[in-house]
């Protein structure tokens, strides 16, 4: 059964940082694309970032040169380390592979 686990949302003042972490479990971490989505209260889902299986990355122009994807592939847990947050980053994350996501973790950017 695949399983995705995020944590490490939570409230933060704008400049802040966060750093998310999904942990994973039922499919070849390894081999596996992953994926950082968010939505936002009353919009849709927004692709956030991807991290492929040799490391390569991608990033939205939205967050580019603020958020950084990275993962663990000893730990099968990807992790989005979030820098310079602003109101507009409020979001419920979600990490995926595969046409599967996990719950979800509120970040909220506010003062």
């Known amino acids: 059964e695949v399983q995705l686990v995020e944590s490490g949302g939570g409230l933060v003042q704008p400049g802040g940082s966060l750093r998310l972490s999904c942990a994973t479990s039922?499919?070849?971490?390894?081999?596996?694309?992953m994926t950082w989505a968010r939505q936002a209260p009353g919009k849709g889902l927004e692709w956030v970032s991807t991290i492929n299986s040799d490391y390569t990355t991608d990033y939205a122009d939205s967050v580019k040169g603020r958020f950084a994807i990275s993962r663990d592939m000893a730990m099968n847990t990807v992790f989005l380390q979030m820098n310079n947050l602003k109101p507009e980053d409020t979001a419920v994350y979600y990490c995926g592979t595969n046409g599967f996501r996990g719950q979800g973790t509120q970040v909220t950017v506010s003062s």
């Open positions: 039922g499919f070849t971490f390894r081999l596996s694309r």
